[in-house]
């Protein structure tokens, strides 16, 4: 059974970063491709990254040249680094691991706010 835990979430100002992780237990991970949605209130979940498993990445065009989407195979684990934070990134952010972004497993979410 494949299981994916977020962290990292949590209040920080505009401009500030964050680093979101997920934790991923099973054999999924060297198979799948990882990636991060977030939600807001009232809103679509959207994607925000992703990183095919030979490690090309694609970004939401919101947050292309802030935010960095990375895996650590050794520890099965995929980050989300979060920089020059804005207001509209608040909501909560799924991490996803499936054959294709948005298929698959979800992790329980995790919250960002970004105050202004």
């Known amino acids: 059974q494949v299981q994916l835990v977020e962290s990292g979430g949590g209040l920080v100002q505009t401009g500030g970063s964050l680093r979101l992780s997920c934790a991923v237990s099973?054999?999924?991970?060297?198979?799948?491709?990882m990636s991060w949605y977030r939600q807001a209130p009232g809103n679509q979940r959207e994607l925000v990254a992703a990183?095919?498993?030979?490690?090309?990445?694609n970004y939401g065009d919101s947050v292309k040249g802030r935010f960095t989407i990375s895996t650590d195979n050794a520890k099965n684990t995929v980050y989300l680094q979060m920089d020059s934070l804005k207001p509209e990134d608040t909501g909560v952010y799924f991490c996803?691991?499936?054959?294709?972004?948005?298929?698959?497993?979800w992790g329980q979410g995790t919250q960002v706010t970004v105050s202004s």
């Open positions: 099973g054999r999924i991970f060297s198979r799948a491709a």
């Open positions: 990183i095919t498993k030979d490690g090309r990445t």
């Open positions: 996803n691991a499936g054959a294709v972004p948005g298929t698959g497993a």
